[in-house]
């Protein structure tokens, strides 16, 4: 049986499956496998990019998964070799034969870089992408408010989601404020923190023995709560399922303050201003 995953509103009137499965750095082998099992789990939402290289075996994924492409909410990204006037189209054209579909539902600029000092001129290419249909959303990945101010002031459409690095380590409190005060979706990066110290907090496992949940459900469940999309990766069964198990519980306000001392401090993370691709 497949579980139910709710939507988010995003503020053109679409809306976005809250949990999808992020796909970095699976291989086009991998990431197909991956999805076949994620759609038949409940999933209906996934996230890649080019600089992934792995959207070949997305479309594979999709394909072999049999779910009808309007069923499906799928993300990709275009870095820095896209940035600057018009270099968007062929980007997103090749996305797109690459992926199989016509249209993706969320294209980002992957990265700010603004050192390169052009992402308002692909902004403006986005914004004829989507007058295409070529992309049904549009928004920016990395992004920290001075970028956003930037953006808004010369955006005709404005971004419908900013992806960010986001766990309960790292809280980007700045970011988040920013989104809900412009209508812009935080959406979660690395929302597990994998490969970090995060899932073996004692605080995480001690919240999750009074519901019958495991670290990373929590850790799912503080994203929901806050009203964040999140894209957890899996390429296995079991715990695919269990990262889309978390809406049939509820974390106390003291459940989430607890959460909240995991946080390394408002600079954690990455530094879009100095990084990215
Ligand atoms: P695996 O693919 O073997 O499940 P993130 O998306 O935050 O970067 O985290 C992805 C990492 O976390 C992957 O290494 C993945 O490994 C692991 N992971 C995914 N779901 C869970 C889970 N429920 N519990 C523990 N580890 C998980």
């Known amino acids: ?14 809306s976005i499956p809250q949990i999808g499965l992020g796909t970095s ?31 070949k ?14 069923e499906l909410f799928l993300t990709t990204k275009l870095d ?15 996305s797109l034969e ?15 870089l603004p050192q390169r000092d052009e992402f308002i001129s692909t902004w403006k290419t986005f914004e004829k992408l989507h007058e295409q249909g070529k992309a049904t959303s549009i928004g920016v990945s990395n992004f920290k408010p001075a970028h956003l101010d930037r953006l808004l002031a010369e955006a005709t459409v404005p971004p419908v989601i900013n992806q960010i690095q986001l766990s309960p380590q790292i809280v980007r409190e700045e970011q988040r404020a920013y989104g809900a005060a412009h209508g812009i979706l935080t959406e979660a990066w690395s929302p597990i923190s994998a490969g970090d ?23 799912l469940r503080w994203h929901v709560q806050l009203g964040n999309v999140a894209i957890p990766k899996s390429t296995n069964r079991d715990r695919l399922a269990q990262n889309i198990d978390v809406f049939d519980f509820e974390l106390t306000e ?14 954690a993370g990455v530094d879009s201003d100095v990084s990215g691709h």
């Open 1 to 14: 049986m497949s579980a139910h995953i709710p939507s988010l509103p995003l503020s053109n009137g679409a």
């Open 25 to 55: 750095p699976l291989t086009d082998s991998e990431v197909t496998d991956a999805i076949v099992l994620a759609v038949e789990a409940g999933y209906r939402h996934i996230d890649t990019a080019v600089k992934y290289g792995n959207e």
């Open 57 to 70: 075996g997305v479309g594979e994924g999709i394909r072999r998964s049999g779910i009808s492409r309007d």
């Open 80 to 94: 820095g070799a896209y940035q600057g006037a018009d270099r968007a189209i062929q980007g997103l054209d090749e």
């Open 98 to 112: 690459r992926l199989g579909v016509d249209h993706v539902d969320l294209l980002l600029i992957h990265w700010p």
């Open 197 to 219: 110290d995060l899932l073996s907090a004692p605080v995480l496992a001690t919240i999750g023995e009074r519901y019958g949940k495991t670290p990373a459900q929590v850790v």
């Open 254 to 267: 003291s459940d989430m303050a607890d959460i909240a001392t995991l946080s390394k401090g408002p600079d």
